[in-house]
């Protein structure tokens, strides 16, 4: 194969890398053992979710494992480490189909951008390869030891295994119906837990019991949701509590700087910026007598 041959800058301290590398290892480590519940639903979502699967990979507990073997390695061979920190250097050195983007006033706009034009143009540019990377999928079914005296419980689903086609906002209110009339009173007013997490994603849809001093009855009171809601009626002015509380989520305003960086972002993801008036139209339409139906999707 290519053989790259990389000169180290003569200012290359490794005992300052080595620093930074064990400063980065600790700080992660401490934010990990913190909310180790955020790694147990990142890992969930990675199993059907490729973007997720790579941010997490990158980002959270195999980051930290690849960490402590970069630590190990800058002991017994500093130098092969460096080198590749400089091709990794080289590789983000890169302008091309670089996105800059900014909000703000027409006049610190127009600062901006010649300050970014600058930069940009000062990138090397060659052409971007699309990588292909085997990155590994979490389990179906795993357990995280971390340094907590605590549990957090999750279970998750796509919208598909769940026998729905796709996320609908409906969904919103009728979690948060489940959490109130079940799940609070029995994992925190039963069982002791400090708080439940239930909510949906675009993804899927998640149960969290969070500082949790139980496992068996958790998942026990999972499985009996299905049954608990498909006996449940509830009266319309009660779904529409609700109701409302989800849609004012979604009709609240960001502020004029957070809009415009959301609306930047919608359009680099390609997604509609109309969405959210979809979702609130979706939640207008949820019936008191629609709740039970949803019984099946727990069940799956």
Same mark, same amino acid.
């Given at each position: 194969?290519?053989?790259?041959?990389?000169?180290?800058?003569?200012?290359?301290?490794?005992?300052?890398?080595?620093?930074?590398?064990?400063?980065?290892?600790?700080?992660?480590?401490?934010?990990?053992?913190?909310?180790?519940?955020?790694?147990?639903?990142?890992?969930?979502?990675?199993?059907?979710?490729?973007?997720?699967?790579?941010?997490?990979?990158?980002?959270?507990?195999?980051?930290?494992?690849?960490?402590?073997?970069?630590?190990?390695?800058?002991?017994?061979?500093?130098?092969?480490?460096?080198?590749?920190?400089?091709?990794?250097?080289?590789?983000?050195?890169?302008?091309?189909?670089?996105?800059?983007?900014?909000?703000?006033?027409?006049?610190?706009?127009?600062?901006?951008?010649?300050?970014?034009?600058?930069?940009?143009?000062?990138?090397?540019?060659?052409?971007?390869?699309?990588?292909?990377?085997?990155?590994?999928?979490?389990?179906?079914?795993?357990?995280?030891?971390?340094?907590?005296?605590?549990?957090?419980?999750?279970?998750?689903?796509?919208?598909?295994?769940?026998?729905?086609?796709?996320?609908?906002?409906?969904?919103?209110?009728?979690?948060?119906?489940?959490?109130?009339?079940?799940?609070?009173?029995?994992?925190?007013?039963?069982?002791?837990?400090?708080?439940?997490?239930?909510? %949906? =994603?675009? !993804? @899927?849809?998640? $149960?969290? /019991? *969070?500082?949790?001093?139980?496992?068996?009855?958790?998942?026990?009171?999972? &499985?009996?949701?299905?049954?608990?809601?498909?006996?449940?009626?509830?009266?319309? %002015? =009660?779904? !529409? @509590?609700?109701? $409302?509380? /989800? *849609?004012?989520?979604?009709?609240?305003?960001?502020?004029?700087?957070?809009? &415009?960086?959301?609306?930047?972002?919608?359009?680099?993801?390609?997604?509609?910026? %109309?969405?959210?008036?979809?979702?609130?139209?979706?939640?207008?339409?949820?019936?008191?007598?629609?709740?039970?139906?949803?019984?099946? &999707?727990?069940?799956?």
């Amino acid at each position: 194969g290519m053989r790259v041959v990389i000169e180290l800058k003569r200012d290359t301290d490794p005992q300052r890398v080595l620093e930074a590398v064990t400063a980065r290892k600790t700080a992660l480590k401490s934010s990990l053992t913190s909310n180790i519940y955020a790694s147990q639903l990142y890992r969930a979502q990675s199993i059907s979710n490729p973007g997720t699967r790579a941010y997490t990979y990158m980002t959270d507990i195999d980051y930290y494992l690849f960490l402590e073997q970069v630590e190990a390695a800058m002991e017994t061979d500093p130098t092969a480490v460096l080198a590749a920190l400089q091709m990794v250097q080289q590789l983000v050195n890169n302008g091309s189909g670089a996105i800059s983007a900014f909000a703000g006033s027409t006049q610190s706009a127009q600062n901006h951008r010649a300050i970014a034009d600058a930069f940009i143009a000062g990138l090397n540019t060659r052409e971007v390869v699309t990588a292909v990377y085997d990155i590994p999928v979490p389990s179906r079914a795993e357990g995280i030891v971390a340094d907590s005296s605590v549990q957090y419980n999750l279970i998750y689903a796509t919208w598909e295994e769940m026998g729905l086609e796709e996320f609908n906002a409906s969904f919103d209110a009728v979690s948060a119906l489940v959490s109130d009339t079940f799940l609070i009173p029995l994992l925190r007013d039963q069982y002791g837990a400090y708080g439940v997490l239930h909510a %949906a =994603t675009e !993804d @899927g849809v998640y $149960l969290l /019991s *969070y500082r949790d001093p139980n496992v068996m009855e958790t998942f026990s009171v999972y &499985a009996q949701l299905p049954t608990l809601l498909g006996e449940l009626t509830v009266d319309q %002015a =009660t779904l !529409d @509590g609700y109701i $409302l509380s /989800s *849609y004012a989520y979604y009709a609240q305003s960001a502020g004029e700087l957070a809009g &415009a960086s959301n609306a930047i972002f919608t359009v680099i993801a390609g997604d509609d910026q %109309a969405q959210p008036l979809e979702w609130m139209r979706q939640l207008k339409g949820v019936k008191a007598e629609d709740v039970a139906q949803y019984a099946a &999707a727990y069940a799956n």
